[in-house]
């Protein structure tokens, strides 16, 4: 018999005894055994934190390029991960959301270093100015917390679960201890043997639980994060436990919640948005055999439509065959055990008490290629509620399989607070053409939804659905949901990492942030900086410029050069009532002057202007007035080769700081320039 292991303190090693006997939920056949029994998860964490220190060192660069590779070493081995997928009872789209939606989890977190600095550390907004002369000023700082990630993942997505989480701490510099469900852990510890032996991650940075990981939590700490996707009593359960509170230890849950999906006045029959609405309904209580967080429990339509509605899924699901994935026109799987289809079974009971099963019969379904008694295998069940605000065991009650429950609204109102009655939920969708329905239902639920999706033939070609939360945004919900959030982009980043509040000099907080900040000292560049390679640029250095005179033929040559040919830049007799004295020169001609000033125009380093950001004119500039700049380096970005011929540079971003003869700022702009390295190894 195979035992999953546990990877822990750098090693692979076996609980005591068996916890967890694992079996194929197609066949009903045992496969393996996993036990954490035994194991001292003082030392697991406590290992975690002391290794952690590599990862905090890497910068947001380095870390997202880790991703990346992470990434594209996976997805050359996934096939395996299919194979092994299947065991779980998932069909083949099922195992695809699972294995290649986690994979691009990576891929998606990857691609947040473009918006992070070259450092182990974030630099939270702008400084904060405290004094009167500017020589004391405030700014934010993030680092990465120095504990560990104890991540405790559902049964449902063994792959995106743990993929969808360490993405978000890996990038944020703090290492992971993983314990998937015990039930589909084989899935999660075939994937994780790839990822060690890879050797893409600092040792220490991913640890996993196999086993049901009792105590697990009793030693966390301050500096430690915890995250929790399951049922939400579960979830409360530990986030209730003393050491949580006592040590203020972050908890992050995400639970399942009874999610609702609503069809719009205007999706009246004949149009794409019913068509699109029957087929996400049927979607929804099939994909994963309803065994998602964010699946539609709960489906809401206008009265008039209530029976029609009702036929069309009917009819949908009538054609979903049930049974061994491998067999040629099978749509749904099974559950993950036989566990759980007791429990689904047991909540179609409870629901039944109160609303009419309309289609789904637990006992006489037909499963293909396989023992319907030795799977876990169970049929969809569509109920009817005709009287949602009466009969509520729906909004309260969930089925964690493919079940959902059909409803009746007189108006959009009435919508909104039945979604409501869910006493707040991951996800819910309205289906419309109409934009003002979708108006009035978003701002309506979005109090007490972490996500809505609105859907209509406009994007339905390239939407993800209902189900589907997306890496770069978040994904949690309040109330019932459990009110975290995880992924989000940035957003999952930053929750990892501890905010500073720091004061000083802005000479100090400058060395501090590795980013100037105005007021500190400015040293001149010698040679000029366009004359630097990446790696010779120092944060502060700055180029003085020559002055130029601004005239009236400044502005009429720049107007025929652009064709701006705004009024308060050519006629000086329609100036009345606005806020300019005179005809005034075109903000964008300062900042070409500007460049004109402070570039050195000879071949060297500088390979080209990469963009703009932050530009804005503070002071209008009138023919006699004399400009020169300041041209400072703010910040460098390090940046990979994308292939073995591409040269290697760096992006530099300069803060260029046009003043008047009264020393005045008129412009200020961030300039990014690409900029050779002397080493091109």
């Known amino acids: 018999m195979q035992r999953y292991q546990n990877y822990i303190l750098g090693q692979w090693v076996d609980g005591q005894g068996v916890e967890t006997p694992l079996y194929n939920a197609i066949t009903g056949v045992q496969i393996g055994e996993a036990s954490s029994a035994g194991l001292d998860f003082s030392q697991v964490l406590e290992y975690g934190r002391k290794n952690g220190g590599l990862l905090r060192k890497m910068t947001f660069q380095e870390r997202g390029r880790m991703l990346k590779a992470l990434a594209l070493f996976l997805l050359e081995r996934k096939e395996k991960y299919y194979q092994v997928s299947a065991l779980t009872g998932a069909t083949k789209i099922d195992s695809w959301i699972d294995i ?8 998606a977190n990857a691609s947040l270093r473009r918006q992070f600095p070259d450092l182990p550390f974030y630099i939270d907004g702008v400084a904060a100015p405290l004094s009167k002369n500017g020589t004391f000023i405030g700014h934010h700082i993030m680092v990465p917390k120095e504990g560990v990630a104890v991540h405790i993942n559902a049964f449902n997505f063994p792959i995106w679960g743990m993929l969808e989480k360490i993405a978000v701490n890996l990038m944020a510099g703090v290492p992971a201890v993983v314990k998937p469900s015990e039930y589909t852990c084989f899935l999660t510890e075939v994937m994780v043997r790839d990822i060690i032996d890879s050797k893409i991650l600092p040792e220490g940075s991913l640890q996993l639980i196999c086993g049901l990981g009792r105590g697990i939590l009793d030693t966390v700490d301050t500096c430690d994060t915890v995250t929790f996707t399951g049922s939400a009593a579960t979830g409360k359960l530990l986030k209730g436990l003393p050491q949580i509170a006592a040590k203020s230890v972050s908890f992050n849950l995400e639970a399942d919640s009874l999610n609702a ?7 009246v029959p004949g149009t794409e948005e019913f068509d699109l609405f029957i087929k996400e309904c049927v979607k929804e209580m099939t994909i994963k055999a309803g065994q998602k967080c964010t699946a539609v429990r ?3 339509v206008p009265e008039n439509l209530f029976d029609e509605v009702q036929a069309a899924i009917a009819a949908r699901l009538i054609s979903t065959k ?8 099978v749509r749904m799987g099974a559950l ?5 289809v007791e429990r689904v079974a047991a909540n179609v009971s409870e629901l039944a008490k109160s609303q009419q099963i309309v289609y789904g019969d637990l006992d006489g379904f037909e499963v293909v290629g396989a023992n319907k008694q030795a799977g876990a295998f169970f049929p969809p069940v569509l109920f009817r509620n005709e009287k949602p605000f009466i009969a509520t065991a729906c909004h309260d009650i969930e089925a964690f399989g493919p079940v959902a429950t059909i409803m009746p609204y007189k108006d959009m109102s009435e919508a909104i607070e039945l979604a409501k009655m869910g006493k707040g939920s991951l996800v819910s969708s309205i289906v419309t053409p109409d934009n003002t329905e979708a108006i009035e239902y978003v701002m309506g639920a979005s109090s007490m939804h972490g996500r809505i999706l609105v859907l209509n033939k406009d994007c339905a070609k390239e939407s993800t659905g209902h189900g589907s939360p997306m890496p770069l945004l978040t994904h949690g919900g309040p109330g019932r949901a459990g009110g975290g959030e995880e992924m989000g982009g940035k957003r999952g980043v930053l929750h990892y990492l501890q905010r500073t509040a720091i004061q000083g000099h802005p000479t100090t907080i400058t060395a501090i942030t590795k980013q100037f900040q105005v007021g500190a000292q400015m040293p001149e560049a010698q040679p000029h900086v366009f004359r630097k390679h990446f790696e010779e640029l120092v944060i502060g250095e700055t180029v003085f410029t020559h002055k130029h005179t601004v005239t009236d033929a400044d502005i009429v040559n720049f107007a025929n050069v652009s064709g701006d040919n705004f009024y308060a830049h050519m006629d000086a007799t329609s100036l009345e009532g606005t806020i300019f004295e005179r005809r005034v020169a075109h903000g964008y001609f300062i900042l070409s002057k500007a460049a004109g000033l402070f570039v050195d125009p000879k071949k060297g380093p500088v390979l080209l202007n990469y963009g703009i950001e932050e530009a804005r004119f503070t002071k209008p500039v009138y ?3 004399t400009i020169g700049v300041r041209c400072t380096v703010k910040e460098k970005v390090d940046q990979e080769k994308r292939s073995a011929e591409d040269i290697s540079k760096g992006i530099v971003k300069f803060l ?3 003043y008047d003869e009264t020393g005045e700022t008129v412009a200020l702009a961030t300039i990014l320039t690409m900029v050779k390295k002397i080493n091109q190894d």
């Open 298 to 300: 709960r489906i809401m």
């Open 336 to 340: 993950a055990t036989r566990l759980q």
């Open 100 to 107: 290649e939606g986690g994979i691009g989890n990576l891929f």
């Open 322 to 329: 049930i049974g061994d994935p491998s067999a040629e026109g």
């Open 623 to 625: 023919p006699g007035a």
């Open 656 to 658: 260029v700081d046009v």
């Open 261 to 267: 999906t609503i069809l719009g006045k205007a999706a």
